[in-house]
């Protein structure tokens, strides 16, 4: 075919469909019928940004169902249900109005071709934006190419039948939208009332606090060294109950140590890590205690492991975690999420903690309210948890920043600061972090005070059993590392455990022995006189000052650690030397099994930044030998790994980059 | 050695849902280009065996 003959061609073509346009009735999908110099049209195109909004969000529930099918749960709210169509229709309606705005200048940018293409090519660019395997810009040929096509498409019937039906779809998605978002956010209540009537409640039951400060290592604390952070109220209840001087984490990091604590299971028998949430074989002691006539409730401030993606809210009938927000709602979405990934915008914006923390006056708020609106006589068991003391530390960037800005960005956006921090520390990074993490305790004591205090003013701290424990603790420098999840040195694992409830524990008892968290759901259960139903391994804690329960001075500590297909430490982090580590703790000494076999054994009493490895030393032989044996007794072999991994979950970790 | 492992696979993923996304931006001339192939290929193998 000649040049000439394909020029006739689309002379020809471009002819027929004009004379199509000119011929078609207004109203049927010509474009003169939706140009915004028309005074109803305004209305029709923000129904469409409604229609392509709530399209898009169920658009974006389809490939994060997918998602969710591949192995690793998302960082998403319980009400993404509503809240995803809700954040489209926001993006999208400020586009329209942005179109309507333009439309005023520039009239061929507000005709319906325009507006669905540009509608549908952003709700589809958003909804692959959510498959967070793919390169970011991917969305942009893909959202281009169904916006011209959707586009062109509207110069036909189909825009006709768009531009005719979009209100009437608006006003129907809408109320649909509405009736999802009524239903997400009743459910708490509706489940209440379900376990209210399903059981009897318990007579003279005992109310439990479970307080936990993540995060916090109890070296860094008043209650266990005057002179570190000021934590008069936590001392107080220190005097009023038992404090256990060395109290162990099972693990070093979030998941798994709450899923020990909550299920009395060490880490490796859950198996919940870094791909994996806590699966459904073992009972935790909220559906225990719920089984015995208790109200569960858990307020959450960690919202990277410990939020209701991971496991961790099964047994309680409420789990309050992600709060209802607008930044919420647009982190909803595929865009709105990437957006938020951006460090340099979320520090501009001030939303330091907008994606991975609830502050601890907020949990503490949402735990007083639901204690003061709850109308059932039950028993409760509460479970919070205070997520201030982890890094970025929220008291490092406000009000004003007080470590150098060539740290301030890692700290401020919660970029790990492995990577700043050469061995040693600079410019006293490490000093001014132990300041403000103590800071932050103390912040973390007075909002336990509050809680406490107002539990008493309401006549409930008599009948109430009250705990504070942390999950793990924090390494600021010593050992040359930071942070808590690349190794199992005491600092990570001695963490602050005291129980308070006079009449049944004793009052003003400090215990020596070691003591493992992996024994508190026991504990619990055994405070609370929960005898019906399941039971959970581990050994009640009150063996320590109860003769009748068996008094135990033969506790140990142990802790698992698993490494990371992401973990992005330093090459000196004994995390790397192998995929497993174990460590075993007695009353004088911590040993410890690198993944490659290599051993190491420190005195507890040694303050970290003093400790050396005694493995080597001959003076040491028999309590190496000792600690040996402990560690190959009754710990049970870890389960096999998940049988679907995500598949943009790195097998092997990134590069580490070259210290300044 | 074949390899498909998640590091091999994001790459790829993200370069054929780039390759569709275009396809499907050119639809019109993509499709018209597919035609026009087909058809001269029909046209040359019908005069082979005329």
């Given at each position: 075919?000649?040049?000439?003959?394909?020029?006739?061609?689309?002379?020809?073509?471009?002819?027929?469909?004009?004379?199509?346009?000119?011929?078609?009735?207004?109203?049927?999908?010509?474009?003169?019928?939706?140009?915004?110099?028309?005074?109803?049209?305004?209305?029709?195109?923000?129904?469409?940004?409604?229609?392509?909004?709530?399209?898009?969000g169920?658009?974006?529930m389809?490939?994060?169902?997918?998602?969710?099918?591949?192995?690793?749960?998302?960082h998403l709210s319980q009400e993404y249900l509503w809240m995803a169509p809700t954040a489209?229709?926001?993006?999208?309606?400020?586009?329209?109005?942005?179109?309507?705005?333009?439309?005023?200048?520039?009239?061929?940018?507000?005709?319906?071709?325009?507006?669905?293409?540009?509608?549908?090519?952003?709700?589809?660019?958003?909804?692959?934006?959510?498959?967070?395997?793919?390169?970011?810009?991917?969305?942009?040929?893909?959202?281009?190419?169904?916006?011209?096509?959707?586009?062109?498409?509207?110069?036909?019937?189909?825009?006709?039948?768009?531009?005719?039906?979009?209100?009437?779809?608006?006003?129907?998605?809408?109320?649909?939208v509405a009736?999802l978002a009524a239903f997400s956010l009743t459910r708490p209540?509706?489940?209440?009332?379900?376990?209210?009537?399903?059981?009897?409640?318990?007579?003279?039951?005992?109310?439990?606090?479970?307080?936990?400060?993540?995060?916090?290592?109890?070296?860094?604390?008043?209650?266990?060294?005057?002179?570190?952070?000021?934590?008069?109220?936590?001392?107080?209840?220190?005097?009023?109950?038992?404090?256990?001087?060395?109290?162990?984490?099972?693990?070093?990091?979030?998941?798994?140590?709450?899923?020990?604590?909550?299920?009395?299971?060490?880490?490796?028998?859950?198996?919940?890590?870094?791909?994996?949430?806590?699966?459904?074989?073992?009972?935790?002691?909220?559906?225990?205690?719920?089984?015995?006539?208790?109200?569960?409730?858990?307020?959450?401030?960690?919202l990277?492991?410990?939020n209701h993606n991971?496991?961790?809210?099964?047994?309680?009938?409420?789990f309050e975690d992600y709060p209802v927000s607008v930044w919420q709602v647009l982190f909803s979405s595929?865009?709105?999420?990437?957006?938020?990934?951006?460090?340099?915008?979320?520090?501009?914006?001030?939303?330091?903690?907008?994606?991975?923390?609830?502050?601890?006056?907020?949990?503490?708020?949402?735990?007083?309210?639901?204690?003061?609106?709850?109308?059932?006589?039950?028993?409760?068991?509460?479970?919070?948890?205070?997520?201030?003391?982890?890094?970025?530390?929220?008291?490092?960037?406000?009000?004003?920043?007080?470590?150098?800005?060539?740290?301030?960005?890692?700290?401020?956006?919660?970029?790990?600061?492995?990577?700043?921090?050469?061995?040693?520390?600079?410019?006293?990074?490490?000093?001014?972090?132990?300041?403000?993490?103590?800071?932050?305790?103390?912040?973390?004591?007075?909002?336990?005070?509050?809680?406490?205090?107002?539990?008493?003013?309401?006549?409930?701290?008599?009948?109430?059993?009250?705990?504070?424990?942390?999950?793990?603790?924090?390494?600021?420098?010593?050992?040359?590392?930071?942070?808590?999840?690349?190794?199992?040195?005491?600092?990570?694992?001695?963490?602050?455990?005291?129980?308070?409830?006079?009449?049944?524990?004793?009052?003003?008892?400090?215990?020596?022995?070691?003591?493992?968290?992996?024994?508190?759901?026991?504990?619990?259960?055994?405070?609370?006189?929960?005898?019906?139903?399941?039971?959970?391994?581990?050994?009640?804690?009150?063996?320590?000052?109860?003769?009748?329960?068996?008094?135990?001075?033969?506790?140990?500590?142990?802790?698992?650690?698993?490494?990371?297909?992401?973990?992005?430490?330093?090459?000196?982090?004994?995390?790397?030397?192998?995929?497993?580590?174990?460590?075993?703790?007695?009353?004088?000494?911590?040993?410890?099994?690198?993944?490659?076999?290599?051993?190491?054994?420190?005195?507890?009493?040694?303050?970290?930044?003093?400790?050396?490895?005694?493995?080597?030393?001959?003076?040491?032989?028999?309590?190496?030998?000792?600690?040996?044996?402990?560690?190959?007794?009754?710990?049970?072999?870890?389960?096999?790994?998940?049988?679907?991994?995500?598949?943009?979950?790195?097998?092997?970790?990134?590069?580490?980059?070259?210290?300044? | 050695?074949?390899?498909?492992?998640?590091?091999?696979?994001?790459?790829?993923?993200?370069?054929?849902?780039?390759?569709?996304?275009?396809?499907?931006?050119?639809?019109?001339?993509?499709?018209?280009?597919?035609?026009?192939?087909?058809?001269?290929?029909?046209?040359?193998?019908?005069?082979?065996?005329?």
């Amino acid at each position: 075919m000649s040049a000439g003959n394909r020029a006739e061609r689309r002379r020809k073509g471009r002819a027929a469909r004009k004379a199509v346009e000119e011929k078609r009735p207004a109203g049927r999908g010509g474009e003169g019928r939706f140009r915004l110099g028309a005074a109803q049209s305004w209305w029709r195109l923000l129904s469409l940004a409604v229609v392509f909004g709530v399209v898009g969000g169920f658009l974006e529930m389809g490939v994060v169902g997918w998602i969710l099918t591949q192995g690793l749960p998302l960082h998403l709210s319980q009400e993404y249900l509503w809240m995803a169509p809700t954040a489209y229709v926001v993006v999208l309606g400020v586009l329209a109005a942005a179109l309507i705005g333009a439309g005023r200048f520039w009239r061929s940018a507000a005709t319906l071709p325009v507006a669905v293409g540009l509608l549908a090519g952003v709700a589809m660019g958003s909804a692959v934006l959510a498959l967070e395997m793919l390169h970011p810009l991917v969305a942009v040929p893909v959202g281009l190419g169904v916006g011209v096509q959707l586009g062109r498409m509207a110069r036909g019937r189909f825009g006709g039948f768009v531009a005719r039906y979009a209100p009437v779809g608006a006003l129907a998605l809408g109320f649909l939208v509405a009736g999802l978002a009524a239903f997400s956010l009743t459910r708490p209540d509706r489940a209440e009332a379900r376990a209210d009537a399903m059981l009897p409640a318990p007579e003279g039951g005992t109310n439990i606090v479970l307080i936990i400060l993540d995060t916090v290592r109890a070296r860094s604390m008043g209650l266990y060294d005057a002179a570190k952070a000021h934590t008069p109220n936590l001392e107080q209840l220190g005097r009023e109950g038992v404090v256990f001087e060395q109290a162990y984490s099972a693990s070093p990091w979030t998941l798994p140590s709450h899923a020990t604590m909550l299920t009395g299971r060490w880490p490796q028998e859950h198996g919940a890590g870094w791909m994996r949430a806590l699966d459904g074989r073992y009972p935790t002691l909220a559906e225990a205690l719920a089984g015995n006539g208790y109200s569960t409730a858990a307020f959450v401030g960690n919202l990277t492991y410990a939020n209701h993606n991971w496991g961790i809210d099964r047994g309680f009938t409420r789990f309050e975690d992600y709060p209802v927000s607008v930044w919420q709602v647009l982190f909803s979405s595929g865009i709105g999420r990437r957006l938020a990934s951006l460090d340099g915008l979320r520090s501009w914006l001030g939303l330091h903690d907008a994606l991975n923390r609830v502050r601890a006056p907020v949990v503490t708020d949402r735990f007083l309210r639901w204690q003061r609106e709850r109308e059932s006589d039950r028993p409760f068991f509460a479970f919070l948890n205070y997520f201030d003391a982890h890094e970025p530390l929220a008291a490092l960037v406000e009000p004003e920043p007080v470590v150098p800005l060539r740290y301030r960005n890692g700290l401020v956006t919660g970029e790990s600061v492995h990577f700043d921090v050469p061995p040693g520390g600079q410019g006293g990074f490490f000093e001014i972090y132990r300041a403000a993490y103590e800071s932050v305790i103390g912040e973390l004591d007075r909002e336990v005070g509050r809680l406490v205090g107002e539990l008493e003013r309401r006549g409930e701290l008599s009948n109430t059993v009250v705990i504070v424990a942390s999950d793990h603790g924090e390494l600021i420098g010593e050992y040359d590392l930071f942070g808590h999840d690349s190794s199992l040195y005491l600092p990570t694992l001695r963490v602050p455990l005291l129980i308070r409830h006079p009449g049944t524990v004793p009052t003003g008892v400090r215990m020596a022995n070691p003591a493992s968290l992996r024994d508190l759901a026991a504990t619990i259960l055994d405070l609370a006189g929960a005898r019906k139903g399941v039971e959970l391994p581990g050994r009640s804690l009150a063996s320590h000052w109860d003769e009748a329960t068996g008094r135990s001075t033969t506790d140990v500590g142990y802790a698992f650690l698993k490494r990371g297909p992401n973990l992005r430490v330093p090459p000196w982090a004994p995390v790397v030397r192998g995929p497993v580590m174990e460590s075993v703790i007695d009353s004088s000494f911590q040993y410890i099994r690198n993944g490659d076999g290599s051993e190491e054994l420190y005195a507890v009493q040694v303050a970290p930044l003093d400790a050396r490895n005694l493995a080597g030393r001959e003076s040491a032989a028999g309590r190496l030998m000792e600690l040996r044996r402990l560690l190959a007794g009754p710990w049970p072999a870890a389960v096999p790994g998940p049988r679907r991994t995500n598949p943009w979950v790195g097998a092997t970790p990134p590069p580490f980059p070259a210290l300044p | 050695m074949l390899y498909f492992g998640p590091e091999t696979i994001m790459p790829l993923g993200s370069a054929l849902a780039a390759v569709m996304g275009v396809i499907l931006l050119f639809w019109q001339r993509t499709v018209g280009y597919v035609r026009r192939v087909v058809t001269r290929a029909r046209e040359r193998i019908a005069g082979m065996f005329r």
